[in-house]
């Protein structure tokens, strides 16, 4: 094959807590493989030299909850011709997704003396329910294997390998022992899209569901049996709506767990 | 003590302790010793080196979707049902690096994987697990294809059996012919009594091992206590599996409503499969570096619940829970037989105990019988 | 369980070592449409490419390292004197793709042969239909090329192809030698353009106008799977027996060797006791959704 030129990259950070593109500093052993790779012509957090773009690939780390995001996140889309987002902020909204189901004025009343300073939407969002996305990758933060493979591939012009199968899968090759059988521990696990490394299951926890729904979830199936061994009431709804509370799968299971335990309370 | 030696098919009665000595034999010979341990309240199989790394005293329960230990305090080993884990993963692991493709000057070249293959001493192996042993010997080595790392495991596998004498609820190995005590194809048999095992030899591997160890001969009363524990195993399991006739009952309930039931309440997780001692299916996946000069190889535990297993380009041919599940339960139970010349159940029921929405297929087959009765 | 139909197993590759492929090179790149091209290979070992055989109908695993591999069909002749082996594929997958990019010159992994093949041996005397559509006639042509090197062996011979659009039709340089060896070469197209004056509608439905002689027909197909349904009911229709139905069958091949699992049909491991199948073999389970 003849050399191409190397792609050039943009890194963005939205509302986000940084980790995932940590992930990428954290590559190490890869990092001088992909610094000969890929062109990285915007990288704040790595480096202060910008080039000028468009780019052949933006990187968006964070999800929409400013009105200043949601004019920036038009303006990348525009500068850069592959846009991926990057980890469960920016593909579901993240953990700052929860206001969605509150009135988030309420909450800034209840953390900041002067509320009125603040510039922030009702909602955080996903980015694609702003601009189209060309590739979503979950997880939070992404996993180092997960980042390996998005680059990878983006440099090979293929599409990333993840497959979309549930953290029960890692687990099991892992040879850990099931937290759901044999303590009672309630995990999204078998909903959950694997890449993680199966890692909560491992420390003795139930999956929290931080890299989204896997691709043949019965997420109805799995509300039902996390009820059955809530620890406390509410336990099975409150574990869905989490890091990926806000995707679309999760947040209609929710729902339906939280109907379900209205009904429970008012018997 | 007695001076006899002991000889293939005899049994003899070996004080506890004489086992570490027996472990410790294999330790020396290049075996690595391989057993249940306790982990993470659960059992699992991992390096042992001697009677003391060993469960002892804990017992389990088991019903659909949950497994619990306790603690009897009792001097038994083996008191346990094996909890999730199986020998599987050592024949056929879970990972195997096949090879590394590499580009030099444009062209590519591959190393192999030319690791050697560890020699496994298992210690404690069941009679259903044993069977589901044999059922992957036909999967891994048919004439006309071998996997390799299965056969170089297996050709230098020993096996230390134990016969079963505290079935759970989820057993149904009486159904299946497999248990709870075994019949051949160890190098050793133990079963357990309070004081003593009472050991069968099985191969002469397994003989002149136990030809270094100071044994006794069994006394009349030691035989009886284990065969009554036996035949108390045998009843106690309850649970059963109507095989008359059921390759053909599961071809002619593939068009069922009863699959769209299952299809609501199973998660299509895959953990039945990837517990499963005979679920055999594997994927092969590339991980390449950043340079795109090098690529390893990988085999990994696939299962036919995943969404990919069945893609295709044209579309995927089980987009349903509905029909991986009848994938999985008519393979098992019938097109196995097809393949393989037997089914692919031993009635360990482990995709009971671990199936975390209590799908239970010894339910699920007199329902299909049921229907096509009507 | 038997193999249905006897297969030339000349195995390039080792039949006791996991999906180890051997390099092939590409020797040459012929675009044959919009999106479709055939590759041809010869493996970089002299002694796997002077041992490689194919019978028609069988596929190779071609593998791109770092994306993984691809189930693919021969389309060559199997006698070429050159022996080189041709691979016609629409490139859409992340493999298929990943190849298009590559040029004469450059590697690949490739196992193979595998599966069953257009039994040709058991056909010879017969009526022979072929019919196919889009991407499935590439695996015919091997079948094609057989019948023209032993044309009289054969009795009539009749290609019904369709594909989408005119300038979707493969290999349409060859149409005319095929019609001399006395092949009738009846082609179809769902949609015609300015410049097409042939027939169009889809292959199930021109077959439908052919007599055909129930008593010495055998039918060959291979096409998306609703046409091979169609296909098949026609020739059921006109009493020709399903053991003398050959069909191709498209399922995820991994392995290569019916041990992986992926492919599974029933009872079969379509690489191995597939691709091509005489329909009375799949006949109990053909119509059950999503098997």
Redo the contacts between chains.
Sequence with gaps: ??AAPKPKVAVYKFSSCDGCQLSILNLED?LL??A??VDIAYFLEATRTEKPGPYDVGIVEGSVSTPHEAERIKQIRENVRILVSLGTCATAGGIQALRNFVKASDLAEQVYAHPEFLHYLDTSTPLSEHVAVDLEVWGCPVSKKTV?EV??AL?????P?F????V??EC???????V?????IP?M???VHGGCGAICPAN?RGCYGCFGPS????I???VN?NQSLERFAGESALLIRNFSGYAPAFRKAADEAARLARKEEAK | MTDQQPSIGSTVALAKPELDGLLADLRRGGFRTVGPRA????I?YAEIESLADLPRGIQTAQKP?????TQTGQNRCFDFIP???SWK?FLFP??TELFTARKESGKWKLDENIEEQPRYAFIGVRACELAAIEIQDRVFMRPDFTDPVYRARRAGLFILAVNCTHPNDTCFCTSMGTGPAHKAGYDLCLTELDEVFLVQVGSELGRSLLAKRTFDLPSAFVQKNAADALESAARSITRTLDTDGLPELLMDSLESGRWAEI?????????CT??CPTCFCWDA??L?????KTARRER??D?C????YSYMAGGNTRPT?RS?YRQWLTHKLSTWKDQFGVPGCVGCGRCI??C??SIDLTEEIPALRAEVKK | MTTLIDTASHHAGHTDQLITPDWAEIVRITPEADGVTTFWFKFTSPEVQARYRFAPGQFNMLYLP???EAAISMSSDPDAPDRLVGHTTRLVG?VT??IG???VG?TVGMRGPFGTCWPMAELEGKDLVIACGGIGLPPLRPAIYHILRSREKYGKVTLLYGARTPKDLLYQNEYETWKQADIDVQVTVDRGDEAWDGRVGVVPMWFYHFRVDPQKTAILTCGPEIMIRFVIYEALARRIPAGRIYVSMERNMKCGQGACGHCQMGPYFVCKDGPVFPFSALEKFFNVEEF
């Design positions: 094959m003849a890869e493989d992909l000969g790779a390996v680059l990878t440099v090979q012009g293929r599409r390998n497959p979309p199968s549930p029960c899968l099991k090759r892992n040879g850990t022992v099931c759901a059988v044999a303590q009672g995990c696990g078998p909903v003795g691709g043949a979830a019965n109805t199936s799995l049996i | 982990r993470d309240e659960g699992v979707a949950s497994y619990r230990m909890g999730s884990q993963q879970p990972r299809g609501k309440r199973c998660l299509s997780c895959a953990n990837l517990v996946t590339d390449p570096d950043l340079t795109g990994v535990w299962s619940f995943n969404l990919q829970i991986r105990t671990w975390p929405a | 770092g994306c993984g992340n793709k990943g990019k590559l040029q450059d």
